[in-house]
Nanobody, 121 residues
Framework: QVSLVESGGGLVQAGGSLRLSCAAS????????MGWYRQAPENQRELVAT???????TYADYVKGRFTISRDNGENTVYLQMNSLKPEDTAVYYC???????????????WGQGTQVTVSS
């Protein structure tokens, strides 16, 4: 069994900052890509940022220059530093990880339970 546990969401004023964390635990052989997605009410879930095990990052255009994704491979943890937050960043943020549970085994995608980020104007 594998679980992803997010933390760090909350309420912040526009222009403020938050840092999200997501720790993976359980039956893990290796973690490949990790990422953050978000879903606002009545919207589809959308990509925010991803990071490979080697540290290569990608960002959605709407967060470039404001958000930074990073990871600690030793702690199986991914972070999302969010600066210059805007009201339109308000959403539930979900952690995502591509995990192999055994050597030469298949990859599985896991999701966290989500953490609410609310940005007031």
């Amino acid at each position: 069994q594998v679980s992803l546990v997010e933390s760090g969401g909350g309420l912040v004023q526009a222009g403020g900052s938050l840092r999200l964390s997501c720790a993976a635990s359980g039956s893990i052989f290796s973690i490949n890509a990790m990422g953050w997605y978000r879903q606002a009410p009545e919207n589809q879930r959308e990509l925010v940022a991803t990071i490979t095990s080697g540290g290569t990052t990608t960002y959605a255009d709407y967060v470039k220059g404001r958000f930074t994704i990073s990871r600690d491979n030793g702690e199986n943890t991914v972070y999302l530093q969010m600066n210059s937050l805007k009201p339109e960043d308000t959403a539930v943020y979900y952690c995502n990880a591509i995990i192999t549970r055994a050597a030469w085994g298949p990859e599985y995608r896991y999701w966290g339970q989500g953490t609410q980020v609310t940005v007031s104007s």
